[in-house]
């Protein structure tokens, strides 16, 4: 069963009088576990995308389903709700909280979205510290450490609730390409470990080059979809 199928999706934003179509009778499906991207220009409609899949906005008509379940009918409180228990979030300026440690903005979730207990939190976080290869750095502060470390960070706080979907918004944007690349390496390992679906928005070509999938979104249309150098997972 695919985790995500969209059929007939469309966003219409107003303007004083004027309507904008940001997206246009999109149709696609995502399989689980899966690496994959949607690239085009600016105002393409990316990241209007990515946040209808995020449930931090509605569509203006159309289906789109997450992980079985129809987003589109959720209100604002069960939106949260599905975000806290299905997704995981990356952007490309990292979102740290500067005055918490390394360890505990990978923490926050747990505590601030999920509520575990202590017993709980601390495998997790610091079996999470250990996969992006920073069990020896949990005390550091954001201001510490370097732009891909930081990306570490924030790509142990997607996973650390357990997501079956992360979304990454031009997530390697602030970083130099050597860096680019081994985070790219390290989230495909982290989904092979987690069986975890990551979907970009993107511009970065290092980025599109690991992609399985590759849509291509122009003017809020599909354009095409194309299996990617990295293969179809599986």
């Known amino acids: 069963m695919a985790l995500i199928e969209a059929i007939d999706l469309n966003k219409e934003y107003e303007a004083g009088e004027i309507k904008v179509a940001a997206l246009k009778g999109l149709t696609f499906a995502i399989e689980p576990a899966s690496f994959v991207s949607f690239v085009g220009p600016s105002g393409s ?9 995020g449930c931090l906005d509605k569509p203006t008509s159309g289906l789109l389903k997450v992980a079985g379940m129809d987003i589109t009918r959720l209100d604002r ?5 599905f975000r806290g228990e299905n997704l995981g979030f ?9 005055v918490l440690s390394v360890y505990e903005n990978i923490e926050y979730p747990l505590m601030m979205v999920q509520n575990l207990p202590l017993e709980e939190r601390t495998p997790r976080v610091k079996g999470l ?3 992006i290869g920073m069990a020896d750095q949990g005390h ?3 201001d510490q450490i370097s732009g891909g470390q930081k990306q570490r960070v924030a790509v142990a706080r997607a996973l650390v609730t357990n997501p079956r979907l992360v979304l990454a918004d031009e997530p390697t944007a602030n970083l130099d390409s050597q860096t680019a690349y081994r985070i ?3 989230m495909k390992r982290l989904r092979d470990r987690f069986q975890t679906t990551f979907i970009f928005s993107t511009h970065d070509q290092k980025i599109v ?7 291509s979104l122009e003017d809020g249309e599909l354009k095409s979809r194309e299996v990617g150098k990295g293969g179809v997972h599986g």
Do not use: V
């Open 129 to 131: 510290l250990e996969a």
């Open 77 to 81: 409180k069960g939106g949260a709700i």
């Open 45 to 53: 409609g990316k990241t209007t995308l990515l946040n209808l899949i």
């Open 184 to 186: 790219i390496e390290l």
């Open 140 to 142: 550091k502060y954001p």
């Open 90 to 98: 990356i952007f490309q300026d990292f979102n740290l909280i500067p």
């Open 209 to 215: 080059g690991e992609a399985e999938i590759i849509y």
